[in-house]
Nanobody, 124 residues
């Protein structure tokens, strides 16, 4: 069982930056692939970025490539999402997710554990 707690969301102007953090409980964090998703009211949860258990492989949705960076610190049981050059269309609730698999899941249905979400609002 893994519990995930996101932090770092907030209100920022377009062009600004935020860094989201997701702290995980448990002693097996290093064996989990991690992902970030986002969701607007009435819409499906959208994949944003994912990272392998080792940190050696990362994946991004096209709309954030070159602007967002996912990373992890297994010693701190934490995964990060550095978001730069933010746009109003990045406004959403952001969720982190985890699953104990060796590949990197890109779909929400492939993740077993979820955080409660953190709101990111980008003003124009």
């Amino acid at each position: 069982q893994v519990q995930l707690v996101e932090s770092g969301g907030g209100l920022v102007q377009a062009g600004g930056s935020l860094r989201l953090s997701c702290a995980a409980s448990g002693r097996t964090f290093s064996s989990y692939a991690m992902g970030w998703f986002r969701q607007a009211p009435g819409k499906e949860r959208e994949f944003v970025a994912a990272i392998s258990w080792s940190g050696g492989n990362t994946f991004y949705v096209d709309s954030v490539k070159g602007r967002f960076t996912i990373s992890r610190d297994n010693a701190k049981n934490t995964v990060y999402l550095q978001m730069n050059s933010l746009k109003p269309e990045d406004t959403d609730v952001y969720y982190c997710a985890a699953n104990a698999v060796r590949y990197v899941p890109l779909r929400a249905s492939e993740y077993a554990y979820w955080g409660q979400g953190t709101q990111v609002t980008v003003s124009s």
